[in-house]
């Protein structure tokens, strides 16, 4: 398998209080990854999508998000806030919109004469990921991009997928110059694997900080959405 190219580097959009969504009666998010539409190879994949929302915030979050367009399609993993809520309504309200919500399964994206797969994880504090089962579903060795919520499960990574994409961490959402995040919002995970592009024994992943907060609005790592872009010849080699 080619190693990731980052076409130049791994993009950073700066945004600000005005650019979150607003709903009466309920505070989300939106952020995570987004894979751009502009270039055949590309996608959008939405990652740590909606928290604390009532119902009727949840479909107009999900009508919201729903103006997402890529040629690939707009998929979704739900993360703890969702479970903690309803999430069987906010997974029926984003795929009512043509968002693709997925736990433990795949979609194959055909792209070239080969194609890739596109693999969703449940959230490892409140459901059951099933990493290595998921993957060994697939029965060939094409490229596996996965998206999970929780970068915990970077642990579980099969050598078999190119990337993880994950959200959950808000990047430690307070860091101390010259020390870093100090709180870890993900269980048993080490705090290096909270924000950025994280490469261990040949695996690669991206933890976005997203926008937004947990528990208290206090946040001084970066609000984003990450613009990731991999060279062609990395998808159709396999």
């Known amino acids: 398998m080619k190693a990731i ?10 945004l600000n209080k005005d650019d979150l969504f607003n709903c009466e009666n309920g505070v989300y998010r939106v952020g995570g990854v987004a ?4 270039h055949p190879a590309s996608m959008l994949s939405v990652v ?24 690939f399609g707009v998929f979704s993993v739900l993360g703890n806030h969702d479970w903690a809520g309803d999430g069987k309504a906010l997974w029926t309200a984003l795929e009512s919109a043509g968002i693709k919500v997925l736990e433990n399964e795949s979609v194959y994206v055909p792209f070239g004469e080969k194609g890739f797969y596109i693999v969703g994880l449940a959230d490892y504090l409140t459901r059951d990921p099933r990493y290595r ?23 579980d990574m099969p050598s078999s997928v190119l990337l993880q994409l994950s959200g959950h961490t808000h990047g430690g959402q ?18 290096r694997w ?24 206090i946040k001084n790592t970066p ?3 990450v613009l990731v872009t991999i060279e062609t010849s990395t998808i159709l080699a396999s």
Do not use: W
């Open 194 to 217: 909270l924000y950025g592009m994280i490469e261990e024994k040949g695996n690669r992943m991206i933890a976005s900080s997203g926008v937004g907060t947990s528990v208290l609005p």
């Open 133 to 155: 089962e998921t993957i060994a579903d697939i029965q060939n060795d094409l490229p596996k991009i996965v998206i999970s919520h929780d970068p915990y499960t970077f642990k």
């Open 174 to 191: 307070v860091a101390l110059p010259l020390v870093g995040p100090v709180i870890n919002p993900t269980k048993n995970a080490p705090l």
């Open 5 to 14: 190219t980052i076409a130049g580097a791994v993009e950073h959009k700066k």
């Open 223 to 225: 609000n984003e959405v």
């Open 35 to 38: 894979f751009r539409d502009d």
């Open 48 to 71: 740590d999508t909606i928290v604390r929302s009532n119902n009727i915030c949840t479909y107009k979050i999900a009508e919201r998000l729903g103006k997402l367009s890529a040629k």
